[in-house]
């Protein structure tokens, strides 16, 4: 049988732009960025940007640029129309936002169009009314110089686009985001968010990088800054903000780079900061900086993808090794400036405590502040230490040292050590043929066996104990919960909070009582019984910044019990372990209890065993 070719076709105009939407115009984000674009273009110095839904049935951008004539917002409508390039050899050379003139004519021809323009050059303006790419109406209208632009009613003309969108609250933080990388991109530029007839925030123009970051971001984010200067290579300049040495994130979100002014996502940039902060941040951690880079346009290719995300740079080794260097120099002297204050305040401490000695025909002043006790305790400290009360004594030092730690009505107070021998014994079933040799560098507990030696990585094993407790409290079994004296206040963003709230009931199920007290504002009662009052906030937070990122994969806000349980256990460190005979014995009884006890759930080992053919070897 003989193949007929194929009829081939010109698309029609309303076909192809709406092929061409489904590239620039994937979320309501992207709408916003294209006219936030358009309007910088435009020479703007203020932009004001509204929605309402998620931006899924309404966006508004309106701004003071220069503004079109009537023939020029008509020609705007049109595909492939652009005022950034003229010649081919202009796409090497691109120093605007926008250029390719595809964004309008693709976003009108999914929604419901108006667009409101006017030159100050002209007494009126003009206003164009559009419905799924058909131009319904051209009239004047009266309006302040510039342009506005409100979209409606988003893929109205290709409703199956729809189901493929998020909820309002996660389309909304997108637009949020967005516009908050472009705020801090433009010192210059004042933006206004506004949702729902709300104010979002406000930027200013002309303030500092951090007090940018500080009103945009927060200061929880700025706090944990310092200024880059700037610097200067052949190839680029940089400047901006890093994270000090010693802090960290759970999630990369915190690396914002900005090329030329334009946020995008660069692979030299986040090598060269995962590069300069190996030393400074522990494993699966991450760092957080705000770079401001200016490059020769010629060595830029923004024409990577179609929402100009990605970026490729020409010189990406030497400017790769610039970041770096300029990076780790930043942090080095900050290291050694904190150094040089520590030793200077250390002699600073001597000399003062020389002078307020007290003279020797004076009577002696204690300088230090004594303890305020109960009563109750007070009278125990008042009694001879007897051995009849020493046990006493011990306790009620116990008790003190908890209540000044955790602020906790329950807590599990340490027993003496003759009763923690006795929990030992409970154990010995389980261990009876492993005998505790002692502690490697507070980080492996080291046991003698029959077979030879085991190591048990104290990290590894913690993990997986509260791995197999978290499992068992989702599951059914009860967790055991400390209530707070002074509960925890949480305010999240829109895109955080539909990650919290539809993990809550888990979170709930293992020990946190959580009460609602606003608009993704939340208040901790209780929290489970082996977490610390002083790491529970930031454990939360990590857990919803992974939770996010965890998104990507699951395609589902709330996370499966194995997902849910793996995001907590990984923010679970042993820093507090006191590694010894009794608290390392436990440890292993209750890891070898459990199942998979050979590993972590992150798939790290937990006992590593050297029999006693291979300690012969070694010798």
């Known amino acids: 049988m003989k193949k007929t070719p194929p009829e081939i076709r010109i698309l029609p105009d309303d076909v192809a732009n709406r092929i061409a939407a ?11 960025k294209e006219l936030i674009e358009n309007a910088i273009d435009a020479g703007a110095t ?4 509204e929605f309402k839904r998620g931006g899924k049935s309404f966006i508004k951008v309106s ?38 003139g595809e964004a309008v004519p693709s976003i009108a021809s999914v929604s419901k169009f108006k667009i409101r323009t006017r030159p100050e050059s002209q007494t009126f303006g003009t206003e164009i009314d559009v419905y799924a790419g058909c131009v319904n109406s051209v009239r004047d ?13 988003l893929f109205c003309s290709v409703p199956a686009r729809r189901k493929f969108l998020k909820s309002d609250n996660v389309e909304a933080s997108h637009i949020i985001k967005l516009c908050r990388l472009y705020a801090l991109a433009l010192p210059h530029l004042s933006i206004t968010l506004i949702e729902n007839s709300r104010v979002v925030f406000r930027s200013e123009r002309n303030v500092g990088t951090i007090e940018r970051i500080e009103r945009i971001f927060g200061g929880e984010i700025a706090g944990k800054l310092i200024e880059l200067p700037k610097a200067e290579s052949k190839y680029a300049k940089v400047c901006g903000a890093i994270l000090k040495a010693g802090e960290s994130f759970p999630t990369s979100r915190n690396i914002c780079a900005f090329v030329n002014g334009r946020p995008v996502e660069c692979k030299v940039v986040y090598s060269a900061i995962k590069e300069a902060y190996s030393q400074y941040i522990p494993k699966g951690r991450f760092a957080s900086a705000f770079l ?43 290291a050694s400036a904190r150094s040089l204050q520590t030793s200077e305040n250390s002699v600073q401490t001597a000399i003062d405590v020389d002078d307020i000695q007290p003279k020797k025909e004076s009577p002696k002043i204690s300088i230090l502040p004594k303890p305020a006790f109960t009563p109750q305790t007070t009278q125990a400290f008042t009694k001879s230490t007897s051995p009849a009360n020493a046990e006493k004594i011990a306790e009620d030092k116990v008790l003190l040292k908890n209540e000044v730690e955790q602020p906790v009505e329950q807590k599990t107070i340490s027993k ?9 014994s409970q154990t010995s079933a389980i261990v009876a043929n492993w005998k505790y040799i002692g502690c490697l560098k507070k980080r492996y507990a080291i046991f003698e066996t029959a077979k030879g030696l085991v190591l048990m990585s104290i990290s590894s094993a ?28 949480l305010k999240f963003e829109r895109g955080d909070d539909e990650y919290f709230s539809a993990n809550r009931k888990a979170f709930e199920t293992c020990g946190f009582q959580i009460e609602d007290f606003g608009k993704a504002f939340y208040r901790i009662l209780a929290i489970p019984a082996w977490l610390k009052y ?30 849910f349980a793996k995001a907590l256990v990984e923010r679970i460190g042993s820093a507090s372990f006191d590694c010894n005979e009794v608290s390392a014995t436990e440890l292993l009884a209750r890891l070898l209890s459990g199942d998979n006890h050979m590993t972590s759930p992150t798939g790290s080992l937990t006992l590593k065993e050297i029999s006693d053919s291979e300690l012969a070897r070694f010798f």
């Open 462 to 489: 913690i993990k997986r104990v509260r791995y197999e407790e978290i499992l068992h409290a989702l599951r059914g079994s009860n967790a055991i919960s400390q209530t707070l004296l002074v509960p925890i206040s």
């Open 22 to 32: 489904g590239e620039v115009v994937e979320r309501p984000s992207a709408v916003a």
């Open 416 to 424: 003496p050590v003759q009763q923690q021998k006795e929990k030992v």
């Open 534 to 563: 002083a790491n529970a906030e930031n454990f939360i937070r990590d857990f919803v910044e992974i939770a996010r990122e965890e998104n990507k994969t699951l395609k589902k806000s709330g996370m499966s019990d194995e997902s």
């Open 46 to 49: 203020r932009i004001e940007i």
């Open 63 to 100: 701004d003071d640029g220069c503004g079109m004539t009537r023939q020029q917002a008509l020609t705007s409508l049109e595909p492939h129309a652009t005022s950034k390039i003229r010649a081919p050899e202009d796409l090497f050379r691109i120093s605007s936002y926008g250029f390719r």
């Open 292 to 334: 401001f880079i200016e490059l020769d346009p010629e060595t830029v290719d923004v024409n990577v993808h179609p929402q100009k995300r990605e970026v490729r740079l020409k010189n990406e080794f030497e400017i790769r090794d610039f970041l770096f260097e300029t990076i780790l120099a930043e942090l080095k002297s900050q």
């Open 141 to 153: 209208c009266g309006m302040a110089s510039g342009t506005e632009i409100i979209v409606e009613n």
